[in-house]
T-cell receptor, first 112, second 111 residues
């Protein structure tokens, strides 16, 4: 039973445009959501997070939106840069200092 | 650099063998988590330790075990290795917060 799903295995975006990565979840107990970025041969790097009491969180070029009624979150990157090319994972947890449940990842490619 | 270190970076071993993966968390972090990433798979939670005690277990096989030592470093022991155990193994640490910081991983290849 996959509780966190990223239905797009890959996404290709032109440099300078907006990248939108999507994630759906099924467990209504999740109260915190995170996005991680992963380059090959490296560990995941924390990008941005959002609590279930909010619907938007911004950090520089990265914005995460949460739609609790739809059990859907998205990560917006604008403007997209070549260095953003990586695999992006969304993750969710119930409570703090608890295990993270990850989606399968979306490979983002930024084209010059 | 997340501040989490893992050794070794690569490990190649034969079926039936036993290996130990090591993780040092970020300074001050009491929680350590182990995750497995198989080919084309997302990260699967294995086990969590908090200040030396097991806190939560995920999809960890009985052939696998872990511990966290008084200096807070952790070891993941994998025994009776099978081909299907070949994967990336990540360690993460956190303070009492939601964000977890990951190490660079250990790539295990079982031949």
């Amino acid at each position: 039973d996959q509780q966190v799903k990223q239905n797009s295995p890959s996404l290709s975006v032109q440099e300078g445009r907006i990248s939108i990565l999507n994630c759906d979840y099924t467990n209504s107990m999740f109260d915190y959501f995170l996005w991680y970025k992963k380059y090959p041969a490296e560990g995941p790097t924390f990008l941005i997070s959002i609590s279930s009491i909010k619907d938007k969180n911004e950090d520089g070029r990265f914005t995460v939106f949460l739609n609790k009624s739809a059990k859907h979150l998205s990560l917006h990157i604008v403007p997209s840069q070549p260095g953003d090319s990586a695999v992006y994972f969304c993750a969710a947890s119930v409570g703090g200092a608890q295990k993270l449940v990850f989606g399968q990842g979306t490979r983002l490619t930024i084209n010059p | 650099d997340s501040g989490v270190t893992q050794t070794p970076k690569h490990l190649i071993t034969a079926t039936g063998q036993r290996v130990t993966l090591r993780c040092s968390p970020r300074s001050g972090d009491l929680s350590v988590y182990w995750y497995q990433q198989s080919l084309d798979q997302g990260l699967q939670f294995l086990i969590q330790y908090y200040n030396g005690e097991e806190r939560a277990k995920g999809n960890i096989l009985e052939r696998f075990s872990a511990q966290q030592f008084p200096d807070l470093h952790s070891e993941l022991n994998l025994s009776s290795l099978e081909l299907g155990d070949s994967a990336l193994y990540f360690c993460a640490s956190s303070a009492y917060s939601y964000e977890q910081y990951f190490g660079p991983g250990t790539r295990l290849t079982v031949t």
